[in-house]
């Protein structure tokens, strides 16, 4: 795959997990109207649900530096006269 597609795609792809977990997040924090807790109606769980709305968000970002990383690392194997920019502290 071209490396300018790979990164196409990658950023992308990046912009899309992004808004979709803005929308997540949103949504877990948006005003409901929860009942007052009854025998029939259990307490509201929104630590519950925002830790499982933040989790996977923490995965993605995980996952998505992972295949930075194997992106850039491919793009050097295959032009070896060409460094690949890693983001990090200016020395």
Known sequence: MP???????????VACCAVAQVFIIRSVRGARYVPEPTATVPHSRN???????????V????LLAFTWRAI?????????????VVAGPAT
């Open 59 to 62: 995965g993605l970002i995980v």
């Open 47 to 57: 630590a519950v649900e925002m830790l499982w709305a933040v989790l996977p968000a």
């Open 72 to 84: 850039q690392s491919t793009s050097a194997a295959r032009n070896p006269g060409v460094t690949p």
């Open 3 to 13: 490396s300018l597609f790979a990164n196409g795609l990658f950023w992308t792809s």
